[in-house]
Every structure is written in C-alpha cells, then in structure tokens.
C-alpha cells in the first residue's frame, strides 16, 4: 500500500513563500512513480499543479501556473516537494499528493495553506 503522506502547509503570509513536502507513509518511492501536486480552493474543483517522475525528475507543469510553482524531489531524502513562490491571497487551498504506482493513484490526505495579509 502507498500511502502519500503532505506536510509544511499552514498559515503564510502573502508574499512570503512555502515549500511543500510529500512522502511515502511505510514505504518509499520507487522507479517510475509518478508524483504530482493538486490543490482544492474554497467551492472550487481539485486541479493538477505539476507532476514529477520519480526516477529521472522529469517535471510537467499547468502551463498557468509554472511561474509560481517549482515541483522537485530529493532523491536521498525520499521526499518530493512544491515550493510556492510570492504566496498570494488566491494560493489559500488545500494541496494534495498524489502517487501512480503501478497504474494505481494513491492520494494523501492533503494539507491546508492559508494565506494572511
């Protein structure tokens, strides 16, 4: 079972910026796993932020949101993570990790940023 486990959200202030972090609970990252970073504003649907294959650290991104957002993985640490640069107002969400292992996506249980003036 894998099971993504977010952490590093909670209170920021706009402007400032924040790094995300996703790990495998019981488990490790492996081969071609596909990691990707959603989040889920108030009243609105879950969208894809950017996506990282484990192995080689190919990175893809939602063309809207490449400036702001920096996918990456740290292979020694078995971590992945999405930095938020200039957090802003709109950034207030909850941001999930998601996990392709063997055709199955495993989702965590996300973590919430809220963004203070």
């Known amino acids: 079972q894998v099971q993504p486990v977010e952490s590093g959200g909670g209170l920021v202030q706009a402007g400032g910026s924040l790094t995300l972090s996703c790990s495998v609970s019981?488990?490790?990252?492996?081969?071609?796993?596909?990691v990707a970073w959603y989040r889920q504003a108030p009243g609105k649907e879950r969208e894809v932020i950017a996506t990282i294959t484990w192995d080689d650290g190919s990175r893809h991104y939602t063309d809207s949101m490449r400036r702001q957002f920096t996918i990456y993985r740290n292979y020694h640490e078995d971590r992945a993570f999405l930095h938020i640069n200039v957090v802003k107002f709109e950034n207030t969400a909850i941001y999930y990790c998601?996990?392709?292992?063997?055709?199955?996506?495993?989702w965590g249980q996300g973590t919430q940023v809220d963004v203070s003036s």
């Open positions: 019981g488990g490790t990252f492996v081969g071609d796993d596909m």
């Open positions: 998601s996990v392709g292992h063997d055709s199955v996506v495993y």
